[in-house]
T-cell receptor
Framework: DQQVKQNSPSLSVQEGRISILNCDYTNSMFDYFLWYKKYPAEGPTFLISISSIKDKNEDGRFTVFLNKSAKHLSLHIVPSQPGDSAVYFCAASALEGAQKLVFGQGTRLTINP | GAGVSQSPSNKVTEKGKDVELRCDPISGHTALYWYRQSLGQGLEFLIYFQGNSAPDKSGLPSDRFSAERTGGSVSTLTIQRTQQEDSAVYLC?????????????FGPGTRLTVL
């Protein structure tokens, strides 16, 4: 049973436009959410996170939105740059078992020049 | 280097053989994690070490899987009697402490192929 789902395996966006990556979860106990970025042949790197007490967190070009009632989060990248092309994973954890991040399947983002 | 390193980067083995995967965490990081990513799947938690505490093994898929962490640093993940479904990329991560949920630093992974 996939507790964290990224329903779009791939996304293509024009350079300079906004990229929106979506993630849905089913476990209402999740209270901390993260986005990781992964380049080929490298491990995932932490990008941005959000606690369930917030509905938005912003860091430069990256903004994460959380809609707890819909059990949905999204990552916005604006403006998109060619270096943003990578696989993006969303992940979630619950206070109990906080070390066990549950990851989505990933979305491959391609930024076209 | 300063990052998490893993070896080997690729491992091809025959069904039924045992394999050992190694992880060198970032120096000073007390928490160490193993995850795996099967084709088309997200990262799946396997095991977590924190300092001298007993490891959290709740993610290990079967008793063929085991891991140890010697001296609070290097970790080895062992898979006995490998099966084709064990084929995946095995990722190791470390963090400064258990409280840093997000700040896990991942290694590049070991791609395991079981023929």
């Amino acid at each position: 049973d996939q507790q964290v789902k990224q329903n779009s395996p791939s996304l293509s966006v024009q350079e300079g436009r906004i990229s929106i990556l979506n993630c849905d979860y089913t476990n209402s106990m999740f209270d901390y959410f993260l986005w990781y970025k992964k380049y080929p042949a490298e491990g995932p790197t932490f990008l941005i996170s959000i606690s369930s007490i917030k509905d938005k967190n912003e860091d430069g070009r990256f903004t994460v939105f959380l809609n707890k009632s819909a059990k949905h989060l999204s990552l916005h990248i604006v403006p998109s740059q060619p270096g943003d092309s990578a696989v993006y994973f969303c992940a979630a954890s619950a206070l109990e078992g906080a070390q066990k991040l549950v990851f989505g399947q990933g979305t491959r983002l391609t930024i076209n020049p | 280097g300063a990052g998490v390193s893993q070896s080997p980067s690729n491992k091809v083995t025959e069904k039924g053989k045992d394999v050992e995967l190694r992880c060198d965490p970032i120096s000073g990081h007390t928490a160490l994690y193993w995850y795996r990513q099967s084709l088309g799947q997200g990262l799946e938690f396997l095991i977590y070490f924190q300092g001298n505490s007993a490891p959290d093994k709740s993610g290990l898929p079967s008793d063929r899987f085991s891991a140890e962490r010697t001296g609070g640093s290097v970790s080895t993940l062992t898979i006995q009697r490998t099966q084709q479904e064990d084929s995946a990329v095995y990722l190791c991560a470390s963090s400064l402490g258990a409280e840093q949920i997000g700040q896990k630093f991942f290694g590049p992974g070991t791609r395991l192929t079981v023929l």
